[in-house]
Every structure is written in structure tokens, then in C-alpha cells.
């Protein structure tokens, strides 16, 4: 099932939901800071991506990165001020 949803939590209890930039499923996360990370995943047709879409949570806006091969079902995991996204499956 894939989907242009993102439900969005904060702290104080208020919920909100935004639209990623493309409909998806598969995909990874991982939050540096205020920005939330959503890596890789697949579409449609079950083509991998190798988009990385960053949410500005302050702003509620949508910034963009490629990962260097498009894959889905991959890990994300945050250190510090780092992600890292790894593994998953892909079409090479």
C-alpha cells in the first residue's frame, strides 16, 4: 500500500497532516533535529526511488536529496547530527 500521507505528532498533543511531494510506500525515517528524513521507498508500479524528502517541521515545508540508488524497504537511524539510510532491497 503506498500513500502521500504524513500524519505529524508533536509534543503537545496537536495532530496535523502534510503530503509528501509523491505517493509512496517502503520508505525510511529518521529526524536530525527539526528535520524529518523519509528515504527511498517504491511507487505504482513498484519502481524504487531514490528520492529523500526533508520536513522542515517549523517551516511544514519540504525540502529535496537523492539517495545514490533508488531502494525500498531500507533502515533509516539518526546519530547526532547525522542520518543514515542503508540496505533495502533495489533494481541493480
Known amino acids: 500500500y503506498a500513500t502521500n500521507t504524513v500524519d505529524v505528532f508533536a509534543s503537545s498533543g496537536r495532530h496535523t497532516t502534510t503530503a509528501l511531494p509523491s505517493t509512496r510506500g517502503g520508505v525510511a525515517a529518521a529526524a536530525v533535529g527539526d528535520l524529518v528524513l523519509l528515504a527511498g521507498g517504491w511507487h505504482g508500479n513498484f519502481a524504487y526511488l531514490d528520492a ?7 517551516q511544514q515545508r519540504w525540502t529535496h536529496a537523492k539517495l545514490s540508488v533508488g531502494r525500498a524497504q531500507i ?7 547525522t542520518a543514515l539510510f542503508a540496505g533495502g532491497a533495489h533494481s541493480e
Open 75 to 81: 533502515a533509516g537511524i539518526s546519530v547526532g547530527k
Open 52 to 58: 529523500l524528502d526533508i520536513l522542515q517541521l517549523p
